[in-house]
């Protein structure tokens, strides 16, 4: 189907037809998966005309090109026919003698069916399908990897399948696709620990799984910007429950934290705000010599979100340290939260008024 394309409609890189056409600052357009790869894997040239790109490299959707490849599909090409009903596509995946192509296409089929279907989602479940996707997730092939993670996001849609996903072993496949394969499918493994960690009584199990929080860490650390902002995701997830932010702090997130928020990263200064809660994260963050003032820089300069959370970090600390008081005091928190009282956001108001009241005490002594 795609040769019937014009050669235009095509991703430099993949070749294949694009879905999601960006503009890169040097001109040239590609398939957003395809040049976001290219970054990601440190590449600061236009894979074209070889210019150098600024970074971060911006990249700007081709609204024009998308809507003509749109357009083209819908008038010059045939609706795909699907005669493949789903028992066969199951059949496929679960069979051994099933080749890794005939299993990318099943799995290819059944989550675009899936995501809407929540019947199809349950049949799958019940099958014993579930697996055999898990064991794709654990291959070495890529496509294969990625297409079984979106499967299993789309079986996570429903409450009862996360348990039962849980109960089927989903985490340690999961977990190790933390840590090996491309970055779109560890990307992925951390976004379905977040859909997993929905249910309350799976933070416990991800948690008290082995490198479950520290692979996360990992992925914050050295881990692409999607991998970064979906690690953080998962953290922020897990880390409503506390003896998952005790883990987090052990496996030295603190540290990483607070430099993404000083980026102005908002799911990195929630994390904190969780971490904040324990004693371990409180010690961290008032051992970190910048901390207040990153945290009064994102007062100041952050988006609402980063407000809100800042405010609840600072709280946690000024109520653990005396010196952390002083600190806060001496960076003009105390004027700047009485501002924030009129502010039209209730969280960002309430937790201001608390701050304050933890100030006030220390106020008359500075």
């Not at 709280?315 to 340290?321: D, G």
Request: proline content about 4%.
């Amino acid at each position: 189907m795609a040769t019937q394309f014009p050669d235009d409609f095509k991703c430099p890189i993949s070749l294949e037809i694009m879905t999601d056409p960006v503009i890169l600052s040097s001109g040239h357009t590609f398939d957003r998966p395809s040049i976001q790869r290219w970054l990601d894997s440190g590449h600061r040239t236009c894979p074209i005309s070889k210019l150098p790109l600024p970074d971060p490299s911006s990249l700007i959707p081709n609204h024009a090109l998308r809507s003509l490849i749109s357009n083209y599909a819908a008038v010059s090409l045939p609706k795909p026919q699907s005669n493949t009903n789903p028992e066969t596509l199951i059949a496929t995946l679960t069979s051994r003698s099933s080749s890794v192509e005939s299993k990318i296409g099943s799995l290819a089929q059944l989550g675009r069916v899936s995501k809407r279907d929540s019947g199809l989602r349950r049949r799958l479940m019940e099958s014993g399908a579930v697996s055999a996707v898990l064991s794709c997730v654990a291959s070495s092939d890529t496509c294969l990897r990625e297409k079984a993670l979106c499967l299993l996001l789309n079986l996570s849609l429903d409450d009862e399948n996360k348990v039962g996903l849980v109960a089927e072993g989903a985490i340690g496949n999961i977990v190790a696709g933390l840590s090996s394969g491309s970055p779109d499918s560890r990307a992925m493994a951390a976004t379905m620990l977040t859909s997993l960690a929905v249910v309350e009584v799976n933070k416990a199990t991800i948690g008290s799984y082995p490198c479950a929080i520290r692979a996360l860490v990992s992925l914050l650390e050295d881990g692409s910007p999607r991998e970064k902002k979906e690690a953080a995701t998962a953290l922020y997830a897990l880390c409503s429950f506390n003896d998952n932010r005790r883990r987090a702090v052990e496996c030295g997130a603190v540290p990483i934290l607070i430099g993404m928020a000083e980026l102005g990263i908002e799911r990195a200064v929630e994390v904190l705000g969780l971490l904040a809660k324990c004693k371990g994260g409180r010690e961290e963050m008032a051992k970190f010599c910048d901390c207040v003032r990153i945290l009064v820089n994102l007062l100041r300069n952050g988006s609402s979100r980063c407000v809100q959370y800042a405010l609840l970090t600072l709280y946690s600390l000024c109520c653990y340290s005396e010196q952390v008081c002083f600190e806060a005091l001496r960076e003009g928190v105390y004027e700047h939260c009485s501002g924030l009282l009129g502010d039209d956001n209730e969280k960002i108001r309430r937790n201001a008024s608390s701050l304050i009241q933890a100030l006030r005490g220390k106020r008359s002594i500075r």
